[in-house]
């Protein structure tokens, strides 16, 4: 009986030792797989590192050539105090502005769309004179008969300007005097219906300048136009059907000082 114990005693003691080695964990095989995984993820976090690193000198590349793409501004264009053009576009590039070509066309020679086409078969832009004086006759063609006081006038300058603005065609006069007229008459015999122009005074002109333009048509008053140094010109077109003498009488009215006032008559046109 005391073997029969024995026995079993000493077969529950193998079985107990079999069945803890049986569960006992393989810590090499662990730390090995552990080593493999840690190992992987050191090479993915490498990898991503490098990524890191590779869009972060692409987003600085593309923030330096951001830097140094043209920008668009639009700035008004003021001169003496006085708004000349409102948002004028310009594009900012390296340190110098460049002007959109139709911002050039339409502040510098104060037209609007209407006064200017681009013919792409010809490849000109055509620019009131180009195309209107087909239809009409410039007024600057004409023999003119003077009247009155003057420093100077004439015809056709290309040194007057108007808010830095020339005219293709103009007549000038000058005088230093206020209250001075001076006058100009021509016989257009009742060959046209409509005279158009532009009625400014020069950028030449004392500070202060102050005018007038009247129209005549056969000494009879059709058109007044009060101009404003600094200021837009001031677009006339009067009717001119069977008039035979046509008169533009200038008038310096006011300025601040006893310098000149030249009052300039823009692209003066008679329409049949």
């Known amino acids: 009986m ?7 005693s000493t077969l529950f003691l193998l079985v107990s030792v079999y069945g803890l080695a049986s569960t006992k964990p393989d810590y090499r095989q662990l730390y090995e ?17 490098k990524q890191i690193s590779s869009l972060q000198s692409q987003v600085k590349l593309l923030n330096q050539k951001l830097a140094n793409m043209p920008k ?6 003021v001169k003496d105090d006085i708004t000349i053009s409102e948002k004028l576009p310009f594009l900012s590039y390296k340190g110098r502005r460049y002007v959109h070509f139709e911002s050039i ?19 000109q832009v055509k620019i009131m004179s180009s195309f209107k004086k087909k239809e009409g006759t410039w007024l600057t063609d004409l023999s003119a008969s003077p009247i009155g006081m003057y420093t100077s006038f004439g015809f056709n ?39 158009s122009c532009w009625l400014v005074i020069a950028d030449c002109s004392t500070s202060g ?13 059709i058109g007044e136009y009060k101009i404003e140094l600094n200021k837009k010109p001031v677009y006339a077109e009067v009717t001119v059907e069977n008039v035979n003498t046509l008169t533009l009488q200038f008038e310096r009215i006011t300025a601040n000082d006893m310098g000149d006032t030249c009052i300039c ?8």
């Open 209 to 221: 300048s102050k005018g007038v333009v009247r129209i005549f048509g056969d000494d009879r008053l």
């Open 2 to 8: 005391k073997k029969y114990m024995f026995l079993v």
């Open 33 to 49: 797989n552990l080593l493999k995984q840690y190992n992987n993820l050191k090479s993915e976090n490498a990898n991503l590192k």
């Open 72 to 77: 668009e501004y639009e700035y008004d264009l």
């Open 105 to 123: 066309i339409t502040t510098f020679l104060n037209i609007t769309k209407k006064d200017y086409v681009f013919d792409d078969k010809s490849k």
């Open 265 to 272: 008559v823009g692209d003066p046109l008679l329409l049949p």
């Open 157 to 195: 300058d290309e040194n007057i300007t108007v808010n830095y603005q020339k005219f293709f065609k103009n007549i000038w006069w000058k005088h230093w005097t206020n209250g001075a007229k001076f006058s100009l008459s021509y016989k257009i015999d009742g060959k046209f219906k409509k005279f």
